[in-house]
């Protein structure tokens, strides 16, 4: 297995540019099902999640291939069925996506329980309450989920919690479900829009994504073509932080600024400056910060993903914050691994009380999920002394060339195999 090695205190100075959106991809890779013909997906971030979905469309008889520049050519028309008892799904979170799509398809799915980060309970009772309403018919056994339906037909939904893999799952069945389907209380993320306007410019017809109301009219089919997915936020955002941290001052290209505005908006309070070029954004570092409280929040509320870099930009800044995970009961375990690192931080429940210390110091820390996987890389870009970070299989999942874009930077940072010898001078 790998880790990466960091010496910190560097100030982070230059240009990055950042890849498609994750979970964007995750989302648009299986909605192609539902075409059966041939899509050209773009900008996709080549990454380990997006691999095990080319996988999976492999295994279900389709053909899908990558290329290094995040191209993948996919044909799904050979699919003739979405069972995928064997396991693969487990690999990742999105897989329930092949729920809605194979549904919409094929009306019948059987897959695995879906994986992903160990964060919380995820139930995907909102999935199957959608699902449910337009006419299918779940079992649930021993880990595997089926789904049938004789015919799905289109129904008003409405959502108890707002779910981002409920509304794009319910919106992928509704595609061909008879008349219209109303989704409301729908979640409004950028995924969300992405994956319907690729469905839209597929043929589908669907509307008010972005908005908490979503309507579709179901189609008879839909057709091939080729779509760009959206620039990653969450990656977008996890760099800007990393400016905060390490004083840095970084232009981050290839972004929407539309999408990182609670990011923007915080690290502006705190004090950073931060200019708007059309797709980019310079962040840099001309004073020093203040504390600030965060409460994660659906979108346009701060993120969730982006709740672990914040918590560690905040435990470097003298006083006093609180931040409140609002939307995964547990996705504070990685703070265990910042105070190895010195940091101040008390949590209980769903809060973290954080008393800003001067510096981090270095330490060997173990990423527990992909977010606070990339934010233990933050933490140890600004602390002093050279660290180590283990378990970053978590952080291939999301992060594209991690280090190497952090190396051009300016950061100190090398991939190294667990049994090579751990030496500072290893990375200068
Ligand atoms: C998506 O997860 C993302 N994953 C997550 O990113 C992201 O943190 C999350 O949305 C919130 O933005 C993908 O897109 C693959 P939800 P998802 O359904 O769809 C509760 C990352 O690191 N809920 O919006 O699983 C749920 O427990 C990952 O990139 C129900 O109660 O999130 C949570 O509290 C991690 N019942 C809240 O809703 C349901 O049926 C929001 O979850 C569904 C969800």
Redesign the pocket.
């Known amino acids: 297995m790998a880790k990466l090695l960091i010496e910190g205190g560097n100030r982070l100075r230059g240009k990055v540019n950042i890849s498609g959106f994750?979970?964007a991809a995750?989302a648009i890779i299986p909605a192609t099902i539902l075409t059966g013909s041939v899509c050209v997906v773009e900008n996709l971030p080549v990454i380990q999640d997006v691999i095990v979905y080319q996988d999976i469309l492999k295994k279900l008889g389709g053909e899908a291939s990558l290329s290094d520049s995040g191209t993948m050519v996919i044909d799904t028309s050979k699919i003739q069925a979405c069972n995928l008892p064997n396991g693969l799904t487990k690999k990742l979170?999105?897989s329930y996506y092949l729920l809605g799509a194979g549904l919409g398809r094929f009306k019948e799915v059987t897959i695995s329980y879906p994986g992903?980060?160990d964060?919380?309970?995820?139930?995907?009772?909102?999935?199957v309450k959608g699902l449910e309403a337009l006419g299918a018919v779940f079992e649930v056994n021993d880990g595997l989920i089926k789904v049938s339906a004789e015919k799905l037909i289109g129904n008003k939904i409405y959502l108890d919690?707002?779910?981002?893999?409920?509304t794009i799952n319910i919106m992928m069945a509704a595609v061909f479900a008879e008349g219209k389907t109303v989704i409301e209380n729908a979640?409004k993320?950028p995924?969300v829009v992405d994956t319907a306007n690729f469905l839209n410019a597929m043929g589908a017809n669907i509307r008010g994504a972005g908005t908490d109301v979503i309507r579709i009219t179901g189609v008879q089919e839909l057709h091939g073509g080729t779509y760009s997915v959206i620039p990653d936020q969450?990656e977008a955002g996890t760099y800007m932080i990393a400016s905060a941290v390490t004083k840095g001052d970084l232009i981050i290209n290839n972004i929407i600024p539309k999408h990182l505005e609670p990011v923007t908006a915080k690290l502006k309070e705190m004090g950073m400056s931060i200019e708007e070029y059309g797709d980019s954004l310079r962040v840099h570092y001309e004073k020093e910060l203040v504390p600030v409280n965060i409460k994660t929040l659906p979108y346009p509320g701060f993120?969730?993903?982006l709740q672990q870099p914040m918590t560690v930009l905040l435990s470097t800044v003298k006083g006093e914050s609180i931040v409140i995970e609002s939307?995964?009961e547990n996705r504070f375990r990685y703070i265990e691994e910042l105070h190895k690192m010195g940091a101040n931080i008390k949590v209980e429940g769903r809060v973290a009380a954080i008393s800003g210390i001067e510096k981090l110091k270095s330490a060997e820390v173990k990423a527990t999920d992909?977010?606070a996987g990339a934010a233990l890389v933050v933490a140890c870009l600004a602390a002093e002394g050279v660290s180590t970070v283990h378990d970053i299989y978590h952080i291939d999942r999301?992060y594209e060339f991690i280090e190497n874009k952090f190396m051009n930077l300016g950061a100190k940072i090398r991939r190294v195999e667990d049994d090579e010898e751990n030496s500072a001078e290893m990375i200068r």
């Open positions: 994750k979970n995750l979170r999105a992903g980060c964060i919380g309970l995820r139930p995907i009772d909102q999935h919690v707002v779910s981002v893999g409920a979640a993320e995924h969450v993120p969730t993903d939307i995964f992909l977010r999301g």
